[in-house]
């Protein structure tokens, strides 16, 4: 197995080397072995594991979440029950958010719709902007 610099390891999963060291010291990627000149050797297994992270954050995880999934993934003989409660958790959050910018999107669409383009002091825009109460959706 050919192991591998930062810069390389970086390169090759599209993750910062500032990040991948942010991933070492929480404790996402195990204690790396070391050159000569004490610099970090990565391996094709380690390339895998940024991989996994780098989408988990894609798709929005908490580091807490993927700390779990990690764990989950090197113990592949147990039941994916907690893996599904993970995906689950973070859909409801996404289709709440989805819910709020679609609040949001409405509430820009009035705010423009309602502007007379004249002056400011009639201005739609402003006057929402000024008074969260005339918010036609007051939770976005």
């Known amino acids: 197995m050919k192991k591998i610099t930062i810069g390389e390891a970086a390169r090759q999963s599209g993750v910062k080397v500032p990040t991948i060291r942010y991933y070492e010291s929480i404790g ?13 050797s990565y391996e094709p297994s380690d390339l895998d594991r940024l991989a996994f992270i780098r989408h988990a954050r894609e798709l929005g ?8 999934l990690l764990h989950l993934q090197d113990d592949p003989h ?9 995906a689950k958790a973070r859909l409801i959050e996404v289709e ?7 609040a949001l ?9 309602g502007c007379g383009h004249g ?7 402003i006057e929402v902007l000024a008074d969260h109460g005339k ?3 007051p939770h976005h």
């Not at 996402?28 to 970090?40: A, C, F, I, K």
């Not at 995880?61 to 779990?68: C, D, K, L, V, W």
């Open 61 to 68: 995880f908490e580091i807490e979440a993927i700390r779990t």
């Open 96 to 102: 709440q958010r989805i819910r709020s910018l679609n």
């Open 119 to 125: 002056r400011v002091d009639q201005c739609r825009v």
């Open 28 to 40: 996402l990627l195990s204690e790396l072995s070391r050159s000569e000149g004490n610099q970090r």
């Open 78 to 86: 147990q039941p994916c029950a907690s893996a599904d409660a993970i």
């Open 105 to 113: 999107k409405a509430e820009l669409e009035l705010m423009v719709e």
């Open 135 to 137: 918010c036609a959706h």
